[in-house]
């Protein structure tokens, strides 16, 4: 009875996104005291709140999100992680790329239609900013999503590493010549891990039903090892994409990843159950990883209150959990083809002629330019104009693209592209440290490639990805880990731009006085010039060196993100 029920109320529901509702939330940024694992620290929220709320809406909703910038001491800037912007390119989100920072004091509305579905979230792009919390669930509710019917409760489960100390000051000490010549520039390690931006989290369970997880690794930097003591994962979506159902144990989430895995609760409500995360501590530097570092949180799945909660079981890290190529699309989408342009980035860390640690594309460290990306159309499909170091490609209309991903660093790299869901071709496994695999000239695409909007590569390995350049705009590609956004492992490209002209995207204006406020040019190339497009003078080559390793004296405010050299 309830079944049909459920199901009637589906097929009413189905109606809904024609209808495409506007959401609208008026949200003020600004700081607030949090403690999630105990220690007290200053932390971004929402209205006051975090941790942050999630955003709610149904496939065909047009989404409006005020932003008040409330903080007094930076910037920000919210990207919609896995949200295609398909002609709204302008409401994407990163500082300097597709808008500038909203300045203190200032307001800025994005506003977009959301035609995609599954579990997505939004962060900060500026600044590294979204490791002091400005992050949270994006969730697209889906009346016709395959299996709705059986699923009788909706859960949220985020997983995030932690720190106790803010971001610009861990950003300056991971950048400095100091962290480079004592420890080879490795990256500051969280303090603890997260589940629901807390810790000892309890997720009422009713016996016999079944659960919708929605799973997203809102964190900074760590992989996260996630499993639920005797109960199965059907994973029913990655990263927005349904796939067909498939049970596992044990999850492993990148930063940025998701999964919706259905949960068949236990029959009887006789005793509760233990969720395990974990914290891969192979990504951690030992010489920087104090003794006593506890990588896990738990949680629990109480059935009954009156019992007891166990302890955690102990977990083994599986290798099959980095294996989500197993996954395939419930849309059983075909290898894209033939490929039209081959492109290959190849990664590195070295330390740069002022012996700060940086990391590079093609031997090309991205620095943020002195304004967004934007030109007449005379010269809007020249990359050169955006600046070397925006390490922008042009790229053109219905091309298939092919990405080769060189990792020859011996650490793993989530990557992450705005705009798309694209095709994982090929990935190698992991390689033993400091051993290098080198790629095939070919590759033979599975029928099916798994999809998703971020990959792990592996360390001293390679990725081919595909996807369609269907989607005009300024796209970025980059690891998804903030401390490597921060240090330059980024790449643009800039799809179809005669037909993003074409569009006409309006730009508003509470975007445009944003730019004024803080003295930002609202075009130009990447030096700012408007007069001569090919003059690069003045274009942004070197990453600030101001007080970088001076850790007695750090900067007093993020204002310098203010000045566009930092996004
Ligand atoms: C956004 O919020 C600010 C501050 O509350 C308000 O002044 C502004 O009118 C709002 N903008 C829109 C488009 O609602
Ligand atoms: C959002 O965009 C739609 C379509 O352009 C427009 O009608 C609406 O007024 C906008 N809303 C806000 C709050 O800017
Ligand atoms: C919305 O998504 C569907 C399915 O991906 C696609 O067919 C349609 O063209 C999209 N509509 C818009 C306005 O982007
Ligand atoms: C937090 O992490 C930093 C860096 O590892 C360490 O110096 C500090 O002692 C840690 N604090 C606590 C309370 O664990
Ligand atoms: C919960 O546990 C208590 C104590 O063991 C028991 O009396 C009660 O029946 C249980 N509730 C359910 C729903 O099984
Ligand atoms: C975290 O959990 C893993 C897996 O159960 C275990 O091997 C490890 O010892 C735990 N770490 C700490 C600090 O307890
Ligand atoms: C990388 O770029 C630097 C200058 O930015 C240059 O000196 C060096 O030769 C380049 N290396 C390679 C492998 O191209
Ligand atoms: C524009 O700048 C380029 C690079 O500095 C220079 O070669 C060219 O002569 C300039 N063009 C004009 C019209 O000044
Ligand atoms: C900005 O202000 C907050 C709240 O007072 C403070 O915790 C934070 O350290 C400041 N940030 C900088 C970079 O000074
Ligand atoms: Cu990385």
Known sequence: MLHLTLLFLFQLFSISPSLGATVTYNWNIGWVNVSPDGFNRPAIGINGQWPCPPIEVTVGDRLVVNVTNTLVNETTAIHFHGIFQTGSNQMDGPAMVTQCPIAPGSSFTYNFTVNQTGTYWYHAHVGGQYIDGLRGPLLVADPNAPGVSLISKEVTLTVSDWYHSQAPGLIQYFQSPLNQNLHGGSEPVPNATLINEAQNVKFPMVAGEYYLFRIINMGAFAGQYLQFDQHEMIVVEVDGVYTKPYPVTQLFLAAAQRYSVIVQAKSTATENFAIVLSMDLSMFDPSVTPKNLNNNATGWLVYNSSKPLPAPPSITYLSSALDDTVFVPYDGQ???????????????????????????????????????????????????????NSNTHVLEYGAIVQLLIINTDNGPHPFHLHGHQFQVIARSAPTADDTLLTPPTTVTAPASPMRRDTLLVNGGGYAFIRWQVNNPGVTLFHCHIEWHVEAGLVATFLEAPTQLQALGLVIPQNHKDTCTKLGIPLTGNAAGNTVNWTDLAGANIEPPLNNWGALVNPPTSRVRRMTGAWF
């Open 334 to 388: 075909a290898a894209l083809g033939p490929v039209t342009t081959s492109l290959g980035l190849t990664l590195a860390f070295n330390p740069n002629n002022q012996d700060q640690n940086r990391a590079t594309l093609n031997n090309i460290t991205y620095i943020p330019q002195k304004a967004p990306l934007s030109a007449p159309a005379s010269v809007v499909s020249n990359p050169l104009i955006y600046g070397v």
